[in-house]
């Protein structure tokens, strides 16, 4: 089994093509922002949300764990590095805080899924990493479709264009207990490409234990993007395909 940065190794080749174009948690990551502060995303990976807060006029720091993703990051907002308005970093949040502290913290589009092991000891760093009254946004994948007996463990087929090229993935996701095991096979121009992931699942309770321990406050919830919808608890049966938490620094 790949570990997480074996799997982005591989991943970042073909990860704009699967998933750049997503954008429906963008309007909602600004709105959470103002220029002024200071901004940082976890788990940037190639750049997909710091792209739209370059683009909306805003600084921003990014950090991964992953350097091929982040070198596709750097390529593609090479401007942005050189105006000053971006900073990438390598980093890795199990092992030390960041020298800076941050007012808003981004931990971006299921990041936080791929910490399978001792959170308490990633969260403690990162909200060393926060200045007092700062605020966490945490955007989790927590999918019942996947449960479901007729698409746990299935096959399925996509095509992806992407600037020219013409990729196909194949896919399958295997949930057991609080584990998902995701395999995808790329195929282009005859190279085929197989890619291991491993992700776990954190309930809303879970989630919200590890966040006071960490010594966050006012943890609240959405199951949508939406700055105005978050709550101070959230069902399982609520969500349907991921939550946002929200928290804040003493
Ligand atoms: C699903 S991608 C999200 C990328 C980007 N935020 C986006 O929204 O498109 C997850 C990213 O998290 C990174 N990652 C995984 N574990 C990490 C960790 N412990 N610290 C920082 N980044 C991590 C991976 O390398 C990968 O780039």
């Known amino acids: 089994m790949m570990n997480v940065n074996e799997t982005y190794q591989k991943f970042a080749d073909y990860y704009d093509a699967y998933a750049g174009a997503f954008d429906k948690d963008l309007a909602f990551y600004t709105s959470l922002c103002r220029p002024d502060e200071k901004i940082l995303e976890v788990g940037c990976g ?15 720091t990014g950090v ?19 105006s000053g308005n971006l900073v990438i970093l390598h980093h890795n949040f199990f092992e030390h805080p960041l020298p800076e502290v941050y007012d808003r913290v981004l931990v971006t589009w299921f990041t936080f899924n791929y910490i399978l092991e001792t959170p308490e000891n990633f969260l403690k760093n990162l909200v060393a990493s926060m200045d007092s009254q700062a605020m966490l946004a945490m955007d989790v994948f927590y999918p019942r479709t996947f449960t479901n007996p007729n698409v746990n463990d299935v096959w399925t087929t996509r095509q992806l264009t992407y600037h020219g090229r013409v990729i196909t993935v194949q896919d399958k996701r295997t949930v057991s207990g609080d584990m998902e095991e995701r395999i995808q096979i790329y195929r282009e121009n005859g190279k085929e490409t197989h890619i291991h992931t491993r992700r776990k699942y ?45 928290a804040k620094k003493p």
């Open 64 to 82: 991964d764990i992953s350097d091929e993703m982040l070198a596709v990051a750097k390529q593609k907002l090479a401007s942005f590095c050189h």
């Open 202 to 246: 954190y309930p809303p309770h879970i989630l919200k234990q590890l966040l006071e321990c960490a010594g966050l406050m006012e943890i609240m919830f959405s199951e949508q993007y939406e700055s105005n919808a978050f709550k101070p608890t959230l069902e399982e049966h609520e969500i349907v395909e991921h939550f946002v938490v929200n």
């Open 46 to 60: 190639t750049g997909r949300v710091l792209q739209r807060f370059l683009n909306d006029g805003f600084q921003i």
